[in-house]
């Protein structure tokens, strides 16, 4: 009797000891760490989005006019999908801002970088930005794997011409592009 008990107890502590295991591997499945990022790649993948905001994701077809584009330097994960589990806001640096500047210099346009939104001029009947300029927000990196990546990111010309969403960025031949979005997708 006193060995059945024994063999019991043996038999559920290797049980709890397997399901232990199993939590910690499941767990662990999913969480991918972050590649030794570069300052090369962080200007590069912020380029990828900040390029396709311009262009053809500015809620207007690429067909919208941006004179100014201002680019809040702080990050904020919620721009593209405002459910998603969100980070740390991350400043980026001044050497980042200045590279990223120097990567859109072929646009038609001046790229500022601000603190804040509400340092920046808006009718208050429109919502339109005084110089009909549009606000960046950018999330931050996301690795999936050292040549994959998702940015949250967010584009706000006036009141009821918004949206966002989170960009699949990849490494393809040396270079960073976007190549898709995931999750959800908003537009106002």
Same mark, same amino acid.
């Given at each position: 009797?006193?060995? =059945?008990? !024994?063999?019991? @107890? ?6 709890? *000891?397997?399901?232990?295991? $199993?939590?910690?591997? *499941? @767990?662990?499945r999913d969480a991918i760490p972050a590649p030794q990022e570069t300052e090369k790649d962080t200007v590069a993948i912020y380029h990828a989005v ?11 077809? @690429? ?10 330097? *702080?990050?904020?994960?919620? *721009? ?7 980070? +740390?806001?991350?400043? !980026? $640096? %001044?050497?980042?801002?200045? %590279? ?5 210099? +072929?646009?038609?346009?001046?790229? /500022? ?25 950018? @999330?931050? /990196?996301?690795? %999936? ?9 967010? /584009?706000?010309? $006036? ?10 960025? %990849? ?10 979005? =995931?999750?959800?997708?908003? /537009?106002?």
């Amino acid at each position: 009797m006193k060995q =059945t008990l !024994l063999s019991r @107890g043996s038999k559920v502590c290797f049980l709890l *000891a397997l399901v232990v295991v $199993a939590i910690q591997v *499941a @767990g662990c499945r999913d969480a991918i760490p972050a590649p030794q990022e570069t300052e090369k790649d962080t200007v590069a993948i912020y380029h990828a989005v900040i390029r396709r905001l311009y262009t053809s994701d500015d809620t207007f077809g @690429g067909k919208l006019a941006k004179p100014t584009l201002y680019i809040l330097r *702080a990050t904020n994960d919620a *721009a593209g999908d405002p459910s998603i589990q969100q980070s +740390d806001s991350v400043l !980026l $640096a %001044e050497n980042v801002q200045q %590279e990223i500047v120097a990567t859109l210099a +072929d646009l038609p346009t001046k790229v /500022i970088w601000v603190d804040r939104s509400d340092q920046i001029g808006i009718d208050a009947k429109t919502g339109r930005l005084q110089d009909n300029g549009v606000i960046l927000t950018l @999330g931050n /990196i996301k690795y %999936e794997n050292r040549d994959k990546a998702l940015v949250s990111a967010s /584009i706000y010309v $006036a009141n009821l011409a918004a949206g966002g969403k989170t960009y699949i960025v %990849e490494k393809k031949n040396g270079v960073w592009t976007v190549t898709g979005t =995931t999750g959800v997708q908003w /537009i106002s």
